[in-house]
């Protein structure tokens, strides 16, 4: 199956920073790519989906502004968790479309602490 | 989307076949079942996908009922390995979009 990647796998940030996070689709391009973030013991909740070229679509309840999400090229995403707090400390996961598939495949997740 | 029901958890020995049942009643008929698994701490893994037929692959065989209101994941041979948690979810064709529900715990015991 197809390759997508994550960078960094986890990370740990003071409160007030901000974290970027990078998604790599390795052996195929990705016109559309997609963030969830999961919480202990819960199940996945897409966050947005991510368009080469254009803005991304936030699903209900996430905040755009600090949730923002870049996808400069065919086989890249990146999500930037601004001014991260606590209550941001979760496990991330992209995910990508090859063309012509019927099947989404994921990243191994980055997880980031908040202190 | 059309929802999906999965028992919250299951147990299966090493070696037997695990059944994994779901069932999407709503179902639309453009709509396929996959399956996903998650081994703690990491991202989701496919594991196969049908439209109405029975499928089978090298992980996994899926068998939906004819009038495609339910289907069951089979791991022929479960291993310790297979511990994990498994999503089954209903996607449109042509429609990018996973939803994931809260999924089946499958414990694997020696």
């Known amino acids: 199956g197809a390759v997508v990647s994550q960078h960094p796998s986890w990370v740990i940030c003071k409160s007030g920073t901000s974290v970027k996070i990078e998604c790599r689709s390795l052996d195929f391009q990705a016109t559309t790519m997609f963030w969830y973030r999961q919480f202990p013991k819960q199940s996945l909740m897409l966050m947005a989906t991510?368009?080469?070229?254009?803005?991304?679509?936030?699903e209900q309840g996430v905040e755009k502004d600090k949730f923002l999400i870049n996808h400069a090229s065919l086989t890249l995403s990146t999500l930037t968790v601004t001014s991260a707090h606590p209550e941001d400390s979760s496990f991330y996961i992209c995910?990508?479309?090859?063309?012509?598939?019927?099947?989404?495949?994921f990243g191994p997740g980055t997880r980031l602490l908040v202190l | 989307d059309a929802k999906t029901t999965q028992p919250p958890s299951m147990d299966c020995a090493e070696g037997r076949a695990a059944n994994l049942p779901c069932n999407h009643s709503t179902i639309s008929g453009n709509e396929y079942v996959y399956w996903y698994r998650q081994i703690h701490s990491q991202g989701p893994q496919y594991i196969i996908h049908?439209?109405?037929n029975n499928e089978t692959n090298e992980m996994a065989s899926l068998i939906i009922t004819e009038d495609r209101k339910s289907s069951t994941l089979i791991l022929p041979h479960a291993t310790l390995r297979d511990t994990a948690v498994y999503y089954c979810?209903?996607?449109?064709?042509?429609?990018?979009?996973?939803?994931f529900g809260q999924g089946t715990r499958l414990t694997i015991n020696p």
């Open positions: 049908g439209l109405k």
């Open positions: 991510s368009n080469e070229g254009s803005k991304a679509t936030y």
């Open positions: 979810i209903v996607r449109v064709v042509g429609a990018q979009k996973l939803v």
């Open positions: 995910s990508a479309d090859p063309a012509l598939e019927e099947t989404q495949y």
